[in-house]
Each structure stands twice: as structure tokens, then as C-alpha cells.
């Protein structure tokens, strides 16, 4: 597979990011031609010959020792997701190495279900490695109201998210977001290059979304563990969560779960939404009273 142009991209923006100061080495002053540290001064702190960086930086990895790779991440500063996905490229373009066709599962086995039907009070879903939300639990298609329902699944999150105007409105922090997932998506993509379906989502993404394509060209990269977020419920207006991944082994599925503070107003709103989607489950389409009347938020906490 011919993935000269991401390697090509990921280098040089890694490596314009990177000042002498920063890697350790001597500034002599004057005005310096590059953004940040020349192929040469990148060389010497792989301890590489400069024609040999510059081979890799024209986005050939092929043949690159592991040894080398991790000289190279160092030399850059990769943080642990720009090493692994730089690992990746390299397993990419070496044929002997490349990594099979792995395919995002599209189904959710039942056991898992019942985990996440056991999660009570706390909101959870299912997603597979393009984002695609399978499952979810009766508190988080509470949490989700009008954008997440039984029969709207498969939901794809990042087509929600670049896609759908509405995004902005259910994501409070939707700039932060929308960086964490291209990033997540470019860390994807690096793994599975051959996935069909995740190139498909990707072009659609790029074709549909300016703020997508501009976050994608960055070619960052990192790993979708656990974030705050404050997510604008239909039900109880703002509410501040950290959301955690759990990932299920074997499967290549991902539980994200959603937690607040014990005694937070957060807490509270939880609380609620569990309340409110038993009783839903008791009388579809109709809230008791009493807690829709506590579904507005305390006035000034919007």
C-alpha cells in the first residue's frame, strides 16, 4: 500500500513543531529558513545520515528498523499515540509487514448487552473502531434524547458530528471535540489502512465538511481514552460528565461510559435521567410530573 503522502505529511508537520531550544540544540541566532528543525538537525538526533531522513521523510518507510523508528519518535517528541502511529505507517508500507484487512464489528454479542443494561445510572454505549454507536443502555438514550435512539441505530458519531448541524448544539465544547475525534479517526486510519468502509466514511467526511478536512490535514493523532465533556440534554439541559473508554477484548469494540462527581449537580441530573427512563420503560412517550417538572435546569445554570 502506497501511503508515501501520510508518512510525508505526518514528518514534516512533526518536525516544524520542534525548535532547536526544544530538542536540546544550540541557536546561533539569525532568521532560519524552516519552521522548526531542519532534516539535517533531525538526522543527527536519530543518528541517521541526512540522505537517509531524507528517504524517510519523502515517505518511504519501507525497510526502517524498529530501532530506527523509535530514534526517530524520540528525536520528534512523539507523544505514545504519534509513536504508535508512526509504527503503523512504517507496518503499512512494508509488504511483509502490513497489517490484514480488519474489519470494524457491526454487532454487539449479547453478553455485552447485558453489561451495559447492568450499568444502572450510569449512561454507556457501544461503538466499533469507526465510530459507529451499536449499542447503548435506556440512561444514555435518555442523556442523548434527539439524537440517539434504539431505531436510529447504527449511529455513526463522527457523521453526527461533522455532518449534522445539530452537533454543535448537543456539544457544548464542539471545537475541543470535533479535534479529539479527526485525531482518534487519523489514528484509525493508520492502523486499518485497508478498511473499505472507514476510507469511505473518511472521503465522505472530507467531501461534506470543511472543519473536518482542515482538522484532518493537521494529521494529528491520539488515543480516545477519557475526556470531560458537557453535553446540552433535552432533558436536563447541561451537564458536565467524564467520559471513559473500556475496551472489549477480542471484539475491537470500545464501551464509552459516561460518570459524574458523587454529590454534583451532575450527579443529580443523573439521577434524574435514570429515574426518568424507568419510567419511560413503565409508560412509553409520558414522564411522571414531578420529574419533568426537575428536568429544567436551576435557573442561571444553563
Same mark, same amino acid.
Given at each position: 500500500?502506497?501511503?508515501?503522502?501520510?508518512?510525508?505529511?505526518?514528518?514534516?508537520?512533526?518536525?516544524?513543531?520542534?525548535?532547536?531550544?526544544?530538542?536540546?540544540?544550540?541557536?546561533?541566532?539569525?532568521?532560519?529558513?524552516?519552521?522548526?528543525?531542519?532534516?539535517?538537525?533531525?538526522?543527527?538526533?536519530?543518528?541517521?545520515?541526512?540522505?537517509?531522513?531524507?528517504?524517510?521523510?519523502?515517505?518511504?518507510?519501507?525497510?526502517?528498523? @524498529?530501532?530506527?523508528?523509535?530514534? +526517530? &519518535? %524520540? *528525536? =520528534? /517528541?512523539?507523544?505514545?499515540?504519534?509513536?504508535?502511529?508512526?509504527?503503523? $505507517?512504517?507496518?503499512?508500507?512494508?509488504?511483509?509487514?502490513?497489517?490484514?484487512?480488519?474489519?470494524?464489528?457491526?454487532?454487539?454479542?449479547?453478553?455485552?448487552?447485558?453489561?451495559?443494561?447492568?450499568?444502572?445510572?450510569?449512561?454507556?454505549?457501544?461503538?466499533?473502531?469507526?465510530?459507529?454507536?451499536?449499542?447503548?443502555?435506556?440512561?444514555?438514550?435518555?442523556?442523548?434524547?434527539?439524537?440517539?435512539?434504539?431505531?436510529?441505530?447504527?449511529?455513526?458519531?463522527?457523521?453526527?458530528?461533522?455532518?449534522?448541524?445539530?452537533?454543535?448544539?448537543?456539544?457544548?465544547?464542539? @471545537?475541543?471535540?470535533?479535534?479529539? +475525534? &479527526? %485525531? *482518534? =479517526? /487519523?489514528?484509525?486510519?493508520?492502523?486499518?489502512?485497508?478498511?473499505?468502509? $472507514?476510507?469511505?466514511?473518511?472521503?465522505?467526511?472530507?467531501?461534506?465538511?470543511?472543519?473536518?478536512?482542515?482538522?484532518?490535514?493537521?494529521?494529528?493523532?491520539?488515543?480516545?481514552?477519557?475526556?470531560?465533556?458537557?453535553?446540552?440534554?433535552?432533558?436536563?439541559?447541561?451537564?458536565?460528565?467524564?467520559?471513559?473508554?473500556?475496551?472489549?477484548?477480542?471484539?475491537?469494540?470500545?464501551?464509552?461510559?459516561?460518570?459524574?462527581?458523587?454529590?454534583?449537580?451532575?450527579?443529580?441530573?443523573?439521577?434524574?435521567?435514570?429515574?426518568?427512563?424507568?419510567?419511560?420503560?413503565?409508560?412509553?412517550?409520558?414522564?411522571?410530573?414531578?420529574?419533568? *417538572?426537575?428536568?429544567?435546569?436551576?435557573?442561571?445554570?444553563?
Amino acid at each position: 500500500m502506497d501511503n508515501s503522502q501520510d508518512v510525508r505529511d505526518f514528518l514534516t508537520s512533526r518536525r516544524s513543531r520542534i525548535t532547536p531550544a526544544q530538542a536540546g540544540l544550540p541557536s546561533y541566532g539569525g532568521t532560519r529558513r524552516v519552521l522548526g528543525l531542519k532534516r539535517e538537525e533531525v538526522a543527527m538526533l536519530t543518528g541517521v545520515s541526512t540522505e537517509y531522513y531524507a528517504r524517510l521523510e519523502r515517505g518511504n518507510l519501507r525497510g526502517a528498523s @524498529e530501532s530506527v523508528l523509535e530514534s +526517530l &519518535a %524520540a *528525536a =520528534l /517528541r512523539l507523544d505514545e499515540a504519534e509513536r504508535a502511529h508512526l509504527l503503523d $505507517l512504517a507496518r503499512a508500507a512494508a509488504p511483509s509487514r502490513a497489517p490484514g484487512t480488519r474489519r470494524a464489528r457491526a454487532e454487539v454479542r449479547p453478553v455485552v448487552q447485558r453489561i451495559l443494561a447492568g450499568m444502572a445510572g450510569m449512561p454507556a454505549y457501544v461503538r466499533n473502531s469507526r465510530m459507529d454507536i451499536l449499542a447503548a443502555n435506556d440512561i444514555c438514550f435518555a442523556l442523548y434524547a434527539g439524537v440517539l435512539s434504539p431505531g436510529s441505530l447504527p449511529l455513526n458519531i463522527a457523521r453526527f458530528m461533522f455532518l449534522d448541524p445539530h452537533s454543535r448544539g448537543f456539544f457544548v465544547e464542539w @471545537e475541543t471535540l470535533a479535534d479529539d +475525534l &479527526a %485525531a *482518534a =479517526l /487519523r489514528s484509525e486510519a493508520g492502523r486499518s489502512p485497508q478498511d473499505r468502509a $472507514l476510507n469511505s466514511l473518511i472521503g465522505d467526511l472530507a467531501t461534506g465538511s470543511t472543519e473536518f478536512s482542515t482538522r484532518w490535514a493537521r494529521h494529528n493523532v491520539r488515543f480516545h481514552r477519557s475526556a470531560r465533556k458537557t453535553l446540552h440534554s433535552q432533558l436536563v439541559g447541561n451537564i458536565e460528565l467524564t467520559g471513559e473508554s473500556l475496551e472489549v477484548p477480542g471484539d475491537g469494540l470500545t464501551i464509552i461510559a459516561y460518570t459524574a462527581e458523587p454529590g454534583s449537580r451532575a450527579q443529580e441530573q443523573l439521577n434524574f435521567l435514570a429515574s426518568w427512563s424507568a419510567s419511560e420503560q413503565r409508560t412509553p412517550g409520558q414522564a411522571p410530573v414531578g420529574l419533568r *417538572a426537575k428536568a429544567e435546569p436551576p435557573e442561571g445554570k444553563e
